[in-house]
């Protein structure tokens, strides 16, 4: 067996026992819950041990695309195959999906011990995971999309888990009704594609692009829009987020696999179908604009935010509005190292979200000045001098690359944070602290940059390179970016003093209330029916903050 195909085929075995456990030993589940147990977390250690395995033989030999069965379709819609594709892009997310979705098997068996239903709960996990992990290798866009509905609909079933628990099933209700509407338009866009391309294969569809000279056709434009409708659904953007911030009440194995691995869905769609929206720019641009506005009222409803898994929910879709604004420029490497910064980061903060208040016990260095605009302006200036500096040395610089240094820009706005840490310290104190905070955002800046180049040459042509020539439009998009991301330093630093004005007050009330979006889609799931509880009726969940009580 060819190296080539030796990889194709782990990845294709990889979520073969995760479903097979689901489907086969899940029957009953409830009555032999240690076997069920059992049964997940091997499965889950053998999808992490071929995704490890796919990787390394990808590393010896080629990429390709391999078919295994078909089927026709009628209406001009292609073939429904089982086929995957072995590229850098599949493999990094099937190595991460596999990593994470091990080490939420493991934390379950301990969690879920003793609970009256663990059997069904290990069934269903094993189900969404081996779905998920279907969708990422699969080959076919009708497989994806197959994969896709099926990961949906088996992660409704732990979102529901409690079902007794009012705010659980109301926010599962949310989230089916939204990623069907989101299923539908996927399903029409991946129809308009495949009639205008006659390829339902990722790597064909891919080709057909690359050959393709002048305008799209319209089908392909609104093939385009729907697929970023379809991935702003399903990545919980403002104002359909409510869900995802609703969904606390679901055991906490449940929360770290969909914030650290099953949210990303919306933004691997836009990965994979890179190739189209490298073409249309228009559509990338209302992806970064939603995706900017997601950041905008998900960072400052975080602020107000008095629990911990709320903060974290915030932050989740605050981080996929990034990952969105990140393809919707164009930097797609950037977007993939995202998402695995990001989920490692979110699994264990989920996870060990028990023990934080332990960190809040520990003591704290002293803030003996209060933040000033001035403070903030001198840390802002060292920031972005310093990654201006160190992106000239890497050869980025802003004619040639300006959506890398707008990011690059937003790091800076970061490194402020840790550079007001010692600019606001005692004078006696600052000169060495300042020092030392200096140091660590110059090894920040590099780092950002070397690990652009590096993912830029791993990922080669899994997907589009960076844009060099951009128009007035994306242009004026960066400058919204640049602006909307200072706004929220700004604020942040000199949030004690805007919370004593009356605007301040009124801001801090609206948009711990989520600014209300969530408000007429919570109505319109309860015409549906009272859920358990009868929520609609006496009991009702006042907002979409997790913090809020059923009364």
């Given at each position: 067996?060819?190296?080539?195909?030796?990889?194709?085929?782990?990845?294709?075995?990889?979520?073969?026992?995760?479903?097979?456990?689901?489907?086969?030993?899940?029957?009953?589940?409830?009555?032999?819950?240690?076997?069920?147990?059992?049964?997940?977390?091997?499965?889950?250690?053998?999808?992490?041990?071929?995704?490890?395995?796919?990787?390394?033989?990808?590393?010896?030999?080629?990429?390709?695309?391999?078919?295994?069965?078909?089927?026709?379709?009628?209406?001009?819609?292609?073939?429904?195959?089982?086929?995957?594709d072995a590229d850098v892009l599949t493999i990094i997310m099937l190595t991460l999906v596999a990593f994470v979705g091990m080490i939420v098997a493991r934390y379950s068996k301990t969690y879920m011990d003793g609970d009256e239903h663990e059997g069904r709960f290990h069934r269903w996990l094993a189900l969404t995971l081996g779905s998920f992990l279907t969708l990422i290798v699969a080959g076919n866009?009708?497989?994806?999309?197959?994969?896709?509905?099926?990961?949906?609909?088996?992660?409704?079933?732990?979102?529901?888990?409690?079902?007794?628990?009012?705010?659980?099933?109301?926010?599962?209700?949310?989230?089916?009704?939204?990623?069907?509407?989101?299923?539908?338009?996927?399903?029409?866009?991946?129809?308009?594609?495949?009639?205008?391309?006659?390829?339902?294969?990722?790597?064909?569809?891919?080709?057909?692009?690359?050959?393709?000279?002048?305008?799209?056709?319209?089908?392909?434009?609104?093939?385009?829009?729907?697929?970023?409708?379809?991935?702003?659904?399903?990545?919980?953007?403002?104002?359909?987020?409510?869900?995802?911030?609703?969904?606390?009440?679901?055991?906490?194995?449940?929360?770290?696999?969909?914030?650290?691995?099953?949210?990303?869905?919306?933004?691997?769609?836009?990965?994979?179908?890179?190739?189209?929206?490298?073409?249309?720019?228009?559509?990338?641009?209302?992806?970064?604009?939603?995706?900017?506005?997601?950041?905008?009222?998900?960072?400052?409803?975080?602020?107000?935010?008095?629990?911990?898994?709320?903060?974290?929910?915030?932050?989740?879709?605050?981080?996929?509005?990034?990952?969105?604004?990140?393809?919707?420029?164009?930097?797609?490497?950037?977007?993939?190292?995202?998402?695995?910064?990001?989920?490692?980061?979110?699994?264990?903060?989920?996870?060990?979200?028990?023990?934080?208040?332990?960190?809040?016990?520990?003591?704290?260095?002293?803030?003996?000045?209060?933040?000033?605009?001035?403070?903030?302006?001198?840390?802002?200036?060292?920031?972005?001098?310093?990654?201006?500096?160190?992106?000239?040395?890497?050869?980025?610089?802003?004619?040639?690359?300006?959506?890398?240094?707008?990011?690059?820009?937003?790091?800076?706005?970061?490194?402020?944070?840790?550079?007001?840490?010692?600019?606001?310290?005692?004078?006696?104190?600052?000169?060495?602290?300042?020092?030392?905070?200096?140091?660590?955002?110059?090894?920040?800046?590099?780092?950002?940059?070397?690990?652009?180049?590096?993912?830029?040459?791993?990922?080669?042509?899994?997907?589009?390179?960076?844009?060099?020539?951009?128009?007035?439009?994306?242009?004026?998009?960066?400058?919204?970016?640049?602006?909307?991301?200072?706004?929220?330093?700004?604020?942040?630093?000199?949030?004690?003093?805007?919370?004593?004005?009356?605007?301040?007050?009124?801001?801090?009330?609206?948009?711990?209330?989520?600014?209300?979006?969530?408000?007429?889609?919570?109505?319109?799931?309860?015409?549906?029916?009272?859920?358990?509880?009868?929520?609609?009726?006496?009991?009702?969940?006042?907002?979409?903050?997790?913090?809020?009580?059923?009364?």
């Open positions: 067996m060819m190296i080539a195909e030796m990889a194709s085929r782990l990845m294709l075995v990889a979520p073969w026992p995760l479903l097979a456990a689901g489907v086969v030993v899940g029957v009953g589940a409830d009555r032999h819950p240690r076997l069920m147990r059992a049964a997940t977390t091997g499965a889950a250690w053998f999808a992490l041990a071929c995704a490890i395995l796919a990787a390394v033989a990808y590393g010896l030999g080629a990429t390709g695309s391999e078919t295994y069965l078909s089927l026709h379709l009628p209406a001009r819609l292609g073939a429904l195959a089982v086929s995957v866009v009708w497989g994806f999309w197959v994969s896709w509905v099926a990961t949906s609909l088996c992660l409704h079933e732990l979102l529901a888990f409690y079902r007794d628990r009012p705010g659980a099933v109301l926010a599962a209700r949310k989230k089916y009704l939204l990623h069907r509407l989101a299923d539908a338009c996927l399903f029409s866009a991946f129809a308009l594609i495949v009639r205008a391309l006659h390829s339902a294969q990722w790597a064909g569809i891919a080709r057909a692009l690359a050959h393709t000279a002048g305008p799209l056709p319209e089908g392909l434009a609104v093939a385009a829009a729907l697929i970023v409708v379809s991935a702003v659904l399903k990545s919980a953007q403002f104002p359909s987020h409510g869900w995802l911030i609703q969904v606390m009440e679901a055991p906490t194995p449940v929360s770290a696999l969909l914030h650290a691995g099953i949210i990303y869905t919306g933004a691997f769609l836009v990965l994979r179908a890179s190739p189209l929206m490298a073409h249309i720019a228009w559509a990338g641009d209302v992806l970064a604009g939603v995706g900017l506005v997601s950041i905008v009222v998900a960072s400052l409803t975080m602020m107000t935010m008095t629990n911990i898994k709320g903060a974290l929910a915030y932050s989740t879709c605050a981080q996929m509005g990034f990952m969105l604004m990140e393809c919707g420029l164009g930097l797609y490497s950037i977007a993939v190292l995202h998402i695995i910064a990001h989920s490692v980061y979110k699994a264990h903060a989920f996870l060990s979200s028990g023990s934080v208040v332990e960190h809040f016990r520990a003591p704290k260095a002293v803030v003996s000045m209060a933040a000033t605009m001035g403070r903030a302006l001198l840390g802002l200036t060292i920031a972005v001098l310093m990654v201006l500096g160190v992106g000239h040395v890497f050869g980025v610089g802003l004619v040639r690359q300006p959506a890398l240094i707008v990011m690059a820009a937003i790091l800076a706005v970061g490194m402020t944070q840790l550079l007001l840490q010692a600019l606001n310290t005692r004078k006696g104190a600052m000169g060495g602290l300042l020092v030392r905070m200096t140091g660590l955002s110059a090894l920040v800046s590099i780092a950002y940059f070397a690990l652009h180049m590096g993912f830029v040459a791993l990922l080669g042509t899994s997907v589009p390179a960076d844009p060099v020539h951009i128009g007035m439009a994306q242009k004026v998009l960066l400058g919204v970016i640049g602006v909307a991301f200072l706004a929220l330093l700004f604020i942040q630093q000199l949030l004690p003093r805007l919370s004593q004005t009356a605007l301040g007050r009124a801001a801090y009330v609206h948009f711990y209330g989520g600014l209300y979006a969530d408000s007429m889609l919570t109505e319109f799931v309860r015409g549906f029916g009272p859920t358990p509880g009868g929520i609609g009726g006496r009991r009702r969940l006042l907002s979409s903050d997790p913090s809020h009580e059923v009364q």
